[in-house]
């Protein structure tokens, strides 16, 4: 294909396109499905990627999640911690299964 080349790594490809849209320092949510191994394993991977980049992450479920005035929030015991940036690899058609309470269409418009 003329005018396109390889992007070589695809993971350090990914991780810099997505760690531009965080802020440095920043908290990545790694929003997976937890009971399917190959999906956390691509995850960790991406998480091991954001670290090197100086961002904080979480590898989480979607119910894990809460949203506040269009703002992603990690529920951890009984404190919420503030997410700067979501990166979902959960099938869009489970959502709608998640608990209602999650705001899961939040993953797809009006959140900041």
């Not at 080349?5 to 802020?23: E, I, M, N, S, Y």
């Not at 190959?38 to 979607?62: I, K, N, W, Y």
């Amino acid at each position: 294909y003329p005018g396109w080349a390889p992007v070589g790594d695809p993971v350090t490809a990914l991780a810099d396109a997505l760690a531009a849209a965080a802020p440095p320092g920043g908290h990545v949510g790694l929003v997976h499905a937890p009971a399917y191994v190959a999906d956390h394993q691509v995850m960790a991977c991406l998480a091991r990627a954001f670290e090197q980049r100086g961002l904080d992450t979480s590898l989480v479920s979607p119910t894990r999640l809460v949203w506040e005035a269009g703002r992603a929030l990690l529920v951890e015991d009984t404190r919420r911690r503030p997410v700067d940036l979501v990166v979902r690899f959960f099938p869009a058609e489970w959502l709608p299964g998640a608990a209602t309470s999650t705001g899961w269409a939040h993953f797809f418009r009006g959140s900041l």
